[in-house]
């Protein structure tokens, strides 16, 4: 006898701004199978159930960083949770937290690229070399400084969990403030001045009250609080140091 | 947000979702809530000592009133409730301090969060422990 086929109820929180005037929730029922990412369910969906259904994704192996979603409540990729995690209860699905819904699963990402883009987020070299000087060299020890923070994959899973840009979305916010301290931690580069600005601004570090949510939820280990907090200490060393420099040094 | 630019074209009509209640919605927020709230309790106490230390300053009577108030039944059980939320305080505090700092290398090898808290804790640890033992060697 063929075992009954498995199967798990998915509760998707749809938005189709031509039709609702608020998010409802719809409900699917998905097979399962021991190997299947909530990802594929969703694809199984728009595939066989519902072509209606909006979500991103792209890579399907956490790197791409497209398919960040909030699953049963908390902000995952939706390519590295497995239903597994979830059968005999149901699925909870909704577009990232703390951001503008587009459409179903899509969130509205445009407030955090022009962010990333403020931050100067390449380097900008200390000392221009040309070709025939070679490369920048580096020792184990200064890329270790800045190694995590350059993991980053722009999924913002880390904004979904913070309260604080929840609550106010001036707040640069733990991804691209990890970013700029990839950047400034860097041994090559020399943008530091240019950064600091965004640093120092109430917007920057200071609207970060250490919740370290951003950390527990990031798919790669970036530690986003880690970052945001050493600068409050350097953001405060600038303030104070600025009193000793010479007048026209600084901004 | 400012609405989309093309909105009337394209259709775009982004849902903000309500904050409403936000540290309800995740255990981790909820402990986040405890260890802010578990500060003015230790703020609190700090005005209870010096509430103490002023009632030193206006004499023996008012010590020993103090004293007395510091005894009553009602006095231990907030004692042992501050206590208690004091010692949550500490924890949670120790326990985001890794990330307050830049990464620390021992030997050319990166010490772990985890041994950062456990080495903050142990010194408070050991801290209570020096100060209850110079109050029991200054007992009366």
Same mark, same amino acid.
């Given at each position: 006898m063929a075992e009954a086929e498995k199967t798990i109820e998915i509760e998707v929180l749809r938005y189709r701004p031509e039709q609702d005037a608020t998010p409802v929730l719809q409900s699917y029922r998905v097979p399962f199978t021991d190997d299947m990412s909530v990802l594929q369910a969703l694809q199984y969906i728009k595939d066989h159930?519902?072509?209606?259904l909006s979500f991103r994704w792209s890579?399907?192996?956490?790197?791409?960083? =497209?398919?960040g979603m909030m699953i049963d409540g908390k902000p995952k990729l939706s390519c590295k949770t497995f239903l597994r995690e979830y059968h005999l209860a149901r699925l909870r699905v909704e577009a990232l937290a703390h951001f503008p819904i587009e459409r179903d699963l899509v969130a509205g990402v445009d407030d955090f690229i022009v962010k990333l883009e403020s931050i100067k987020p390449y380097l900008i070299p200390k000392e221009p070399r040309r070709l025939e000087q070679g490369e920048y060299l580096q020792t184990p020890h200064q890329l270790e400084q800045y190694e995590q923070f350059s993991s980053?994959?722009?999924?913002m899973l880390c904004y979904a969990a913070c309260p604080q840009y929840g609550l106010d979305s001036k707040f640069t916010g733990p991804g691209v403030l990890a970013l700029l301290h990839r950047y400034n931690a860097d =041994?090559?580069?020399?943008?530091r001045e240019q950064r600091m600005e965004l640093v120092n601004a109430?917007?920057?570090?200071?609207?970060?009250?250490?919740?370290g949510y951003c950390s527990e939820v990031c798919p790669k280990a970036v530690d986003p609080a880690n970052a945001v907090n050493q600068n409050k200490v350097n953001s405060a060393r600038d303030y104070f140091l600025r009193f000793l420099r010479p007048r026209g040094t600084s901004k | 947000m400012s609405p989309p630019r093309n909105a009337a074209v394209s259709g775009r009509r982004p849902y903000m979702r309500s904050m409403n209640?936000?540290?309800?919605?995740d255990p981790f927020f909820v402990r986040y809530m405890i260890r802010e709230a578990t500060a003015l309790i230790v703020a609190a106490y700090a005005l209870v000592l010096l509430a103490g230390t002023l009632c030193l300053s206006q004499g023996e009577a008012a010590w020993n009133s103090w004293l007395a108030a510091m005894r009553s039944p009602l006095s231990v059980a907030l004692h042992v409730l501050m206590l208690v939320a004091m010692i949550y305080h500490a924890y949670s505090w120790f326990e985001i301090m890794p990330k307050t700092m830049p990464a620390m290398f021992v030997g050319g090898k990166r010490v772990a969060a985890v041994t950062i808290t456990m080495v903050g804790l142990a010194a408070a640890v050991a801290a209570a422990l020096a100060l209850f033992v110079v109050a029991w060697m200054l007992r009366p």
């Open positions: 159930l519902d072509g209606t890579c399907r192996m956490a790197i791409c960083g =497209s398919c980053c994959i722009n999924c =041994s090559r580069d020399g943008g109430e917007e920057g570090v200071w609207s970060c009250t250490a919740v | 209640g936000w540290w309800r919605r």
